[in-house]
């Protein structure tokens, strides 16, 4: 069974910065097909950026380019999210996400049948 296990949540002022890890365990690795989530209470659970292909390419949301960046250490299994340039509209529970067959393209949150459990991110201004 796949585990995703996030870490590294926590509080920052705006404009502070965070790294989320996702380590992942059971997982096909090499097929990389992966994506962080996050979500605010009462609204839905969406994407902020996609891994695929194998880890060759990847796709931000528009409200996150230029500040988040997300990375890889094959050896470890982990998926990495660094966050920079923080705002309080960046307040979420983020959740990493993985689907077990090679992907040639981003997926909506339902078409990715693995998750972590979560790690809350709150920034202040």
């Known amino acids: 069974q796949v585990q995703l296990a996030e870490s590294g949540g926590g509080s920052v002022q705006a404009g502070g910065s965070l790294r989320l890890a996702c380590a992942a365990s059971?997982?096909?690795?090499?097929?990389?097909?992966m994506a962080w989530f996050r979500q605010v209470p009462g609204e839905e659970r969406k994407a902020v950026v996609w891994i695929y292909a194998g880890g060759r390419f990847t796709r931000y949301v528009e409200s996150v380019k230029g500040r988040f960046t997300i990375s890889q250490d094959d050896a470890q299994k982990t998926m990495y999210l660094q966050m920079s340039s923080l705002r309080p509209d960046d307040t979420a529970t983020y959740y990493c996400?993985?689907?077990?067959?090679?992907?040639?393209?981003?997926?909506?949150?339902?078409?990715?049948?693995?998750w972590g459990q979560g790690t809350q991110v709150t920034v202040s201004s």
């Open positions: 996400a993985a689907r077990g067959a090679l992907c040639d393209r981003p997926f909506g949150r339902h078409q990715y049948p693995f």
């Open positions: 059971d997982y096909a690795w090499r097929n990389k097909c």
